[in-house]
């Protein structure tokens, strides 16, 4: 078991996640209320989710020993693809629970009517 969290996925999974459920919580604290900013709001949470995702995948080969550098001379502009794309299949695990968390966030309006 000890072995899955550290050199599987299934940390990561759990931290992408838990980063799901927390991007629009945090967002929605700054971001003014009504239906067009919630919108809004889900477009930047899944823009911030997307390139966390990236990100989260680019430190998973750094850690397993995969220089960044050598990716970029061999590969080309074809990492940041691979990396898009990886985190697009991430969306699998961090999309339900990003919706789920922009379902709560009008019952915290003060002005705004649902």
């Not at 809004?40 to 960044?68: D, E, H, N, R």
């Amino acid at each position: 078991m000890a072995d899955a969290f550290s050199t599987g996925l299934l940390l990561p999974a759990i931290c992408l996640a838990a980063l799901g459920w927390a991007v629009p919580r945090v967002l929605a604290v700054w971001w003014p209320e009504g239906v067009k900013w919630l919108i809004g709001l889900a477009f930047a949470s899944t823009f911030v989710m997307a390139l966390s995702g990236a990100a989260f995948f680019a430190i998973l080969y750094a850690s397993q020993g995969i220089k960044l550098d050598d990716l970029w001379e061999t590969g080309g502009l074809s990492v940041p693809i691979h990396f898009a794309k990886l985190s697009l299949i991430s969306a699998l695990l961090w999309a339900p629970l990003m919706v789920l968390s922009l379902i709560g966030v009008p019952k915290n309006w003060v002005r705004e009517v649902w």
